[in-house]
């Protein structure tokens, strides 16, 4: 497990050669986006337009107030009914500003079906301020847990290889260390042997909202801001990244004590 340290006077930096205390204040901002995952749109016994509402209120006041360039829905963005892709769109259609999606286990729709609604596929990928964004599918319209393409993943990853970035985004851990993930050796050895990955992000376990490292790379969740059970709060992950090319991520609870665990990592 990633150690969560508090950040007073000198900020703690964990870095994948050790850690180091930074007193100056940070450079300034490169690109700052959030992460969120499992609203489970049209969940019975949930109030799921509710958590839509927040979840957009939530997103906008940050860009407001510090800037935000875009937001990443990491997986069951609606719940089974396939039906439901087009009001779960619907309900995100008062973000004022960029969103992208990656299809979860309960996102069971066909793939046309998926690229058509969104515009681009189930596995795709993009980049901002020369930083690639990785968003690798992880399960089926039938909803199986899934490990990800990984000649795919390969693929993109020769493809970014002079970025000075990569983040990786699925929604089901490839990994046994939490309660749902699955044994994908291949694709976690693949991500942990290419220099530029700097993260990978997961949804899918609710309860899980720290962070956990393999093979020198950093893992983290982000809870839930939909859904029927998991942490006690509903949230989500903040990323920034500044001119030098260090960053910073932490977990967000809206609703009561707001930074979580946050880790910093020099470039």
């Given at each position: 497990?990633?150690?969560?340290?508090?950040?007073i006077?000198?900020?703690?930096?964990?870095?994948?050669?050790?850690?180091?205390?930074?007193?100056?204040?940070?450079?300034?901002?490169?690109?700052?986006?959030?992460?969120?995952?499992?609203?489970?749109?049209?969940?019975?016994?949930?109030?799921?337009?509710?958590?839509h509402?927040?979840?957009?209120?939530?997103?906008?006041?940050?860009?407001?107030?510090?800037?935000?360039?875009?937001?990443?829905?990491?997986?069951?963005?609606?719940?089974?009914?396939?039906?439901?892709?087009?009001?779960?769109?619907?309900?995100?259609?008062?973000?004022?500003?960029?969103?992208?999606?990656?299809?979860?286990?309960?996102?069971?729709?066909?793939?046309?079906?998926?690229?058509?609604?969104?515009?681009?596929?189930?596995?795709?990928?993009?980049?901002r301020?020369?930083?690639?964004?990785?968003?690798?599918?992880?399960?089926?319209?039938?909803?199986?847990?899934?490990?990800?393409?990984?000649?795919?993943?390969?693929?993109?990853?020769?493809?970014?290889?002079?970025?000075?970035?990569?983040?990786?985004?699925?929604?089901?851990?490839?990994k046994?260390?939490?309660?749902?993930?699955?044994?994908?050796?291949?694709?976690?050895?693949?991500?942990?042997?290419?220099?530029?990955?700097?993260?990978?992000?997961?949804?899918?376990d609710?309860?899980?909202?720290?962070?956990?490292?393999?093979?020198?790379?950093?893992?983290?969740?982000?809870?839930?801001?939909?859904?029927?059970?998991?942490?006690?709060?509903?949230?989500?992950?903040?990323?920034?990244?500044?001119?030098?090319?260090?960053?910073?991520?932490?977990?967000?609870?809206?609703?009561?004590?707001?930074?979580?665990?946050?880790?910093?990592?020099?470039?």
């Amino acid at each position: 497990m990633l150690s969560r340290r508090t950040f007073i006077k000198s900020i703690p930096v964990l870095s994948l050669s050790g850690l180091a205390f930074r007193t100056a204040s940070p450079p300034p901002l490169k690109l700052r986006f959030a992460i969120a995952s499992d609203g489970h749109f049209g969940q019975k016994d949930t109030d799921y337009e509710t958590f839509h509402k927040d979840l957009t209120r939530w997103m906008n006041q940050e860009r407001i107030q510090k800037g935000l360039d875009f937001l990443i829905l990491n997986g069951d963005i609606i719940h089974d009914d396939p039906t439901l892709l087009y009001d779960a769109r619907n309900a995100l259609k008062s973000l004022n500003l960029p969103y992208f999606v990656n299809r979860g286990n309960h996102d069971r729709v066909a793939n046309d079906v998926w690229e058509s609604t969104w515009g681009y596929p189930t596995n795709h990928s993009f980049t901002r301020n020369n930083f690639a964004f990785i968003l690798a599918d992880t399960s089926n319209e039938q909803g199986k847990y899934l490990c990800a393409d990984v000649n795919w993943l390969r693929d993109e990853l020769t493809r970014y290889a002079g970025r000075p970035g990569i983040f990786v985004f699925m929604h089901i851990s490839q990994k046994t260390w939490v309660t749902h993930g699955v044994d994908c050796q291949e694709v976690c050895d693949l991500l942990e042997n290419t220099p530029n990955v700097k993260a990978i992000f997961h949804g899918h376990d609710h309860d899980q909202d720290g962070g956990k490292t393999s093979g020198g790379k950093p893992y983290f969740f982000d809870g839930h801001f939909g859904g029927s059970w998991g942490t006690h709060y509903k949230g989500y992950r903040i990323v920034e990244i500044y001119e030098d090319n260090s960053w910073k991520t932490y977990q967000y609870n809206p609703t009561a004590e707001p930074v979580l665990n946050t880790y910093e990592f020099k470039s």
